[in-house]
Each structure stands twice: as C-alpha cells, then as structure tokens.
C-alpha cells in the first residue's frame, strides 16, 4: 500500500532535549515536505526536498533541521524544543514538485 | 510568500444542498491545490488544477487563471463531506496554504 508513514504519532516532551519526527515513503517520490499546522494560522511549509541531498528553506524554518540522504525517508529534527514548536506536524511527498501530494497522518507534538 | 484567502471560514448546510467553497491568491501560481482534511486530522488530496475545472465524483474544482480564482464545489451534499477544505497555491518555492474552510453538513 502506498503511504507515507511518520513517527511517533504523539510525543510529549520538554524543553531543550533533542527529538527527531521521522518521516517515509514508499512511493519512490522525489519531492518531500514538513509542514506545521497550528490553530488560526493554518498549515505553514517548514521544509521541502525536491531530491536526494537537496533541501530547501519554506516559510517558517526556524529551529528545525532536516536531511534527505535516501529518497524515501525525510526526518525532521529539533535540535533543542522550545514550546513555541508545539504543533501538530505533516509530512508529504509527491512524484515531483508539482503534483498532489500524499500526507502522512501527522504527529502530535507537545514541547513543555 | 503571498497570501491565499478563502471564504467562508466557516460553513453549515443542510444535506443536498449545493455547496460552493472559494480560494483567492494574489500572485500567478504553478498549480491551485484543493485538500481536505477529516476531523481525526487526516489530510487528502482532491484536485490539482492549473486551468479550467476538473471533476471527480460529486466534486467540482474551477479556476480562473485572470481573476487568480478558484472555486470548489460539492453537488449533493452529505454528512460525510464535513470536513475542512484547504486550499494551497502551489509554486517553485513551494505551496501556501489558506487557512480553511470548516463544512459541516447537516442531516
């Protein structure tokens, strides 16, 4: 079945110690993307790949890092949590940059 | 990025009725993203348009490319279709989300 998996699911954590949101696909896509979805403000692009060893910066990168050294996976890190990161997390991947893409179920994350 | 604006933010009907969900983005776009998200949070994606209208089942998304408009309708509408439709401006840099519109339909 084709799907994009994300893990953990939830996650409730504090303030400084270091977590890792993994995030696969077993579509063979190219393009891969972390977005954030926070109340009032919507979904917000966190990062993008468009390939292997490629990434690219969205609209609030902030406090995250990520790294694509296989096709199909795409981990978000956050180096050290603050709770202003506390979000409900998506990551999606599609064939190329301009496709409709496939979500994963997301991951509820809280930062205390 | 530019902004997406959608309307209404908010939206009751009653079951069957026509229902019309509208998106505005203020600069030209690679493709306009429709989605829809349940209430257990999960996030489907229904059309990806860059021209004319496209059909799929009771779901019909238009765009303008002049206007920067995009329409989503549902015809016949059910309990089931309660859910938020966002849509997304998509583009080199990525996509821009609007914030979305909440349906909930009424038995």
């Known amino acids: 079945e084709a799907q994009v998996t994300q893990n953990p699911r939830y996650l409730i954590t504090v303030t400084g110690k270091k977590l890792t949101v993994t995030c696969s696909q077993n579509m063979n896509h190219e393009y891969m993307s972390w977005y954030r979805q926070d109340p009032g403000l919507g979904l917000r692009q966190i990062y993008y790949?468009?390939?292997?060893?490629?990434?690219d910066k969205g609209d609030v990168p902030e406090g995250y890092k990520v790294s694509r050294k296989e096709k199909r996976n795409f981990p978000l890190i956050l180096e050290s949590p603050s709770p202003n990161q506390t979000s409900l997390y998506f990551c999606a991947s599609s064939p190329g940059g301009f496709q409709p893409q496939h979500f994963g179920d997301g991951t509820r994350l809280s930062i205390l | 990025k530019n902004e997406v604006e959608q309307s209404p933010q908010n939206l009751t009907a009653q079951e069957g009725e026509f229902i019309t969900i509208n998106c505005s983005y203020s600069?030209?776009?690679?493709?306009l993203h429709w989605l829809q998200q349940h209430p257990g949070g999960g996030i489907v994606s229904l059309f990806m348009l860059s021209s004319g209208k496209k059909k799929h089942g009771r779901l019909i998304a238009t765009i303008n490319i002049q206007e920067k408009h995009s329409s989503l309708h549902i015809t016949a509408s059910h309990p089931r279709d309660s859910a938020v439709y966002i849509c997304a401006r998509g583009g080199a840099d990525g996509l821009t989300f609007g914030k979305g519109t909440h349906l909930i339909i009424q038995p």
């Open positions: 600069v030209g776009i690679s493709a």
């Open positions: 790949s468009m390939n292997v060893e490629v990434t």
